[in-house]
């Protein structure tokens, strides 16, 4: 066995025996979209120092901590505060969490971020559907040996995010008069912002929104033969879009007002998960 495998299956058992049960949702949840936590019932929260060998978090508006109880009476966990490579972890940190949760038995996850709007259609608040993603400049989770026990040496990723789910969300939207916008999530390693030539030429590769996260997740989460939706909350217009400078503070302020939104339609989806 894998050293990683073991290191994957002693957190996994960690934490299943400190909860006493296995969610069927994993939802990580992205910068300035926590407030989802508050929907969460009987909670057991679990920071990230107490759990052995998770990586720590640093950047701001990122708490580190597993949330683990009910949402509508589904069994979930939400990952509060989630490890980027542009913090300096390697991928196999990025990962490390997905995989514990496909080891600990969870088959599900929801996959969120604050984002930037390449799509010049979109405006800030807004949240976003993530078809596919696009990431071709960054580092693939999987590189190196491959983990038998994980999944395939040459994973297909042609329908990473689920067809079905995210019919779903997109009812979950329309029912609740949530304008869900649709489209492909570019991913930039960070943690400098994109220069205004980058994001034209990811508009013209097709991308609608870009981020620094998401997609080593995702990937890895397909690896494993996990069903996977993703959300993006527009939080600002990508560099260029808009003659102004982009700032992190603007990014965790608009997703603080879409906060609302945001928790109640992932809560709606989570609700009717089939
Ligand atoms: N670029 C990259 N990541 C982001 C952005 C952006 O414009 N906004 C929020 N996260």
Redesign the pocket.
């Known amino acids: 066995m894998s050293g990683t495998i073991k290191k994957l299956d002693r957190t996994a058992h960690y934490l299943k025996n400190k909860v006493g049960f296995i969610p069927e949702i994993a939802v990580i949840l992205g ?1 300035g979209l926590g407030k989802l936590a508050d929907y969460i019932d009987g909670s057991i929260e679990i920071p990230y120092e107490e759990i052995p060998d998770f990586p720590s978090t640093t950047v701001a508006g990122h708490e580190g901590k597993l949330i683990f109880g009910t949402i509508k009476n589904r069994k979930v966990v939400a990952m509060k505060g989630r490890f980027h490579y542009y913090e300096g972890n390697d991928m196999d940190a990025v990962v490390f969490p997905v995989r514990v949760f496909k080891r600990m038995g969870i088959e599900n996850i929801i996959i969120t ?4 709007g390449v799509n010049t259609e979109f405006t800030p608040g807004d949240l976003m559907l993530i078809t596919d993603h696009i990431s071709f400049f960054c580092e693939n989770p999987l590189r190196g040996e491959n983990i038998d026990e994980l999944g395939p040496r040459f994973p297909d990723m042609s329908a990473v995010y689920d067809r079905a789910l995210r019919k779903a969300a997109l009812e979950s939207a329309r029912k609740l008069g949530i304008d869900l916008k649709e489209g492909i999530y570019s991913y ?1 390693k ?1 943690p400098s ?2 220069s205004p030539s980058e994001i034209k030429a990811l508009r013209q590769m097709g991308a609608d929104a ?3 996260s998401t997609v080593p997740e995702a990937i890895v989460a397909r690896h494993m033969g996990m069903r996977v939706l993703g959300i993006s909350c527009i ?2 217009m ?2 260029g879009v808009l003659d102004q400078p ?1 700032n992190h503070e603007e ?1 965790m302020e608009t997703g603080k007002q879409a906060e609302q939104k945001f928790s109640g339609l992932v809560s709606d989806i989570i609700e009717n998960w089939e």
């Open positions: 910068s971020n604050a984002a930037g930039c960070g912002y994109e870009v981020g620094m939080t600002n990508a560099a982009l990014v």
